[in-house]
């Protein structure tokens, strides 16, 4: 088996320059958490637009051996080391969430992320409200009667930062969204979610929900629209950029 | 934030970079997968000693931002990948197994791996026997009773061909052991779990367990010991290497 043991060379050559590339990156991930920490402003660890363009320019270089999925599952172990090395953050979770739903959190952020549940949604609210690093998940707003999270007096000044799953399949809604006291970076390619008291007929805005005189719509780039009120951006690198502006 | 841009754009590089590696690595697992099954004898796919060498080797270059822990989530990754690529193992376990033995076997292999559970412990041993690429996780022989697998008649001809978790706290001993219907490769540095029908006084020699003529030993390069029936070998990077041959 001489060929067998060529190849496994070639391997470990791989692996040690990986290895090497790792604890570069992980140099560089600590000086941007002291120079985060130095701007109050840049704080927060989680900051899934700058993840959403990490991976929308590497999926450009997926092959066969190597999908979306793969690159996916690969980094997002380098965020969540990335993410400790810097101080680590804490997710907050309905203690009825749903196995299944539990299950996108852990393939979304790791399996080793810390996870805590809460019983009333309202101190849910206030904690996050007092920690740029704890985060809420809290179902998509959809036709499922859940507990309307988004008409919660305490929702107020706060924002949707990401939907999970990332990968979303064809036709199929988010399930989860990740609400923060952080204000969402807008950029080109990012997807909002909206709330109006009126019915509005665009299409380029897609309702989400409708509650008595809320409705909840989901877009891109509509940020100007009069009758829209603005709840959060999430990254959402499938979606193609929109910049009508009606 | 021009600093913040620029880290960012050393990340951005050193990304591509892993990716492009990452691609590589996948292509040679692809020819060693076809290598492998040319050649009969080596068709396996689940190769712990390989991993272990592997990640031994890469222990050697950890650093206090990038820990042997860190190593393993990652490399955990890789391993999936490329046994997926190569065709996918199948892990058999009972279904009284407990949910922190779960999370041992998808700490060390990965939480998207394929798992069946079994009901009666004779058909499963039969069931590994027809196929390589189906393995049995059983716990690690100790002295909590459990089912005595190791001295089930269907274990004969089967192996032993590595313990989890891989990475060992001090003083602690491994939680389960993987089976297989292929012979463990015997290298320096692997550890082996022995049966005898007499006791011996070895300092060599660790006793795991003893029910009634049956005894288990544990320890590393005694193949040569007269009085012990060799039941398989694990990867054992903690272990020291012994060339003691009594």
Redesign the interface.
Known sequence: ?K??DK??K???L???????????????????GN??SK?SK?SNLFRPE?QMK?LS??FL?K?S??SEQ??L???K??FF?QTN?QGGIEFLISETLKKSEKKII??AFG??IVIKTYKSLDKAFLKIKKNKNKLLILPYPDKVKRDYWWINKNFKDLFIISVIPFLKKKNSTPKLVVVSKDKPILEGNNSFIYLSQISIKDKSLKKIHQLKSNYLYASANLLNYNELKFLGAYPDFKLKKNNEKN
């Open positions: 088996m060929n067998l190849l496994r070639k391997i470990d791989i692996d040690d320059k990986i290895l090497e590339l790792l604890k570069n990156r992980s140099k560089i991930a600590l000086d941007i120079l985060k701007n840049n700058r990490i320019r590497l270089n092959n051996l190597f793969d690159i599952s690969f980094w172990e380098i080391h090395l852990f393939d399996y080793n």
